[in-house]
Structures are given as C-alpha cells and as structure tokens.
C-alpha cells in the first residue's frame, strides 16, 4: 500500500509569488492535513480536509488556503510568498475523522523563499 | 501554540544504552501520540497512548502517561544507531479534532556507535 506522496519535493520561489503543493492521501483515506514546520515555530497545523470540505484551521493567515478533491487528493496554496514562509510542509491523512487513530505523514515539500 | 514541552531538547548516548524522553502537556487530552522524524523526512508514528491507559509497549519503546500530571515518557531500550532522529510527542486535545494534533518542539536524540 503505497504511502502519502507530497510533490514537488522541494520548491524554491520568491517574495510575492504564489506556490500549490500537492498531496496525495493513503488509498481509502478520507481525511488530509496539512501542517508547517519551521526551526522556530515548530510543527503548527495549518487545515484539515475531509470529505472536500475544510472542517478545521490554524492561526494562519488568509494567503494560506486549501482545497480537497473527490478523490481525497488535496492541494493547499500560499499567495504573495514572504519570507517567513520558508519551511517544510507536511500533509498527512487518516481513514476518518475518529479519535484514537494516528496519523500518516508524507516525506513533506521543502519550500524556500528567496 | 505548543501544548507539548519535551525535555529534554538534546539527548546523546551511546549505543546499547536506554534512552528516556519526557513530554508534558497543558490541556485534557484524548491520547497523547509519539513520533519520529529522520533529517529532512517526514513523521513516523511511533505509539499512540490513550487517557484512559497508563503504560504501552511496542518492541523496544516503552510510552507511560501521567493524566494527574499531564506528562508522559518514551523509552526506548537497548538504543542503536539508527534510532538517531528527532522525537515528537502530539497530544490530540478533548474538544478537538485528532485531525488536528498539537506537537511539541521535539527532542534530538543521537545514538554513538
């Protein structure tokens, strides 16, 4: 059973730029999330995805969005890249939304804005 | 915001010893949950420990959880090179969404040959 695959592996853009990254869940995994790591701020949640429909969100601002599509794959968009938004980006996925389940991680986008 | 602290922030020994790690948390919880990281890679789930359970084993790690004193521990025994990773501990909060873990700021774990 292949795992989740986040693509592009690394990305490098600019200031002011928007940026997709994509993520494919398990086979038969109904819920995505994504979240973002940073060397200072750590793991943070960003949004959660379920069934197409976004069903929780982070602390993060409106250029952060997201989307999921009906075959569970999701995509999440950051618009006018700043610098701070430089980090790892990691999705994973879970069969549901039912507690007392973990979560399976992909091998993350690495982002660097110049 | 963290709702895990783990202590410590760096840890290493050298192969063969154990290795304990400690995580406390702010809120009541549904499970508390551990994780791996190697360099560059994503998270590994190690255990899942639930509120109403006090001790978990799975091969060599061995996690305990304190709900009175909102803290928990991983240990893994007879370490080897290859355990050499950042560590995580995720709590999954009442009111949540075990979508929606909250991570600590992880321990770096270095395991000498």
């Known amino acids: 059973k292949a795992g989740v695959t986040q693509t592009p592996r690394y990305l490098i853009k600019t200031r002011g730029q928007q940026v997709t990254l994509s993520c494919s869940p398990i086979s038969g995994h109904r819920s995505v999330s994504w979240y973002q790591q940073t060397p200072g701020q750590g793991l943070q949640f960003l949004f959660e995805?379920?069934?197409?429909?976004?069903?929780n969100k982070g602390n993060f601002p409106g250029r952060f969005s997201g989307r999921q599509f009906s075959n569970s794959r999701s995509e999440m968009n950051v618009s006018t890249l700043e610098l701070g938004d430089s980090a790892l980006y990691l999705c994973?996925?879970?069969?549901?939304?039912?507690?007392?389940?973990?979560?399976?991680f992909g091998d993350g986008t690495r982002l660097s804005i110049l | 915001s963290q709702q895990g602290e783990e202590d410590p922030q760096a840890l290493s020994i050298q192969e063969g010893e154990n290795a304990t790690m400690n995580c406390s948390y702010k809120t009541s919880i549904n499970n508390l949950q551990w994780y791996r990281q190697n360099s560059g890679r994503g998270l590994v789930h190690l255990i899942l420990i639930r509120s109403n359970e006090r001790e978990k084993h799975s091969g060599r790690l061995r996690v305990t959880l304190d709900t009175s004193k909102k803290s928990s521990s991983l240990l893994i025994t007879a370490s080897r090179a290859a355990d050499t990773a950042s560590y995580f501990c995720a709590t999954d909060r009442v009111g949540g969404a075990n979508s929606k873990l909250t991570f600590g700021k992880g321990i770096t774990l270095s395991v000498r040959p």
């Open positions: 994973a996925s879970n069969r549901d939304r039912d507690s007392n389940q973990p979560q399976h």
């Open positions: 995805y379920f069934s197409e429909t976004q069903r």
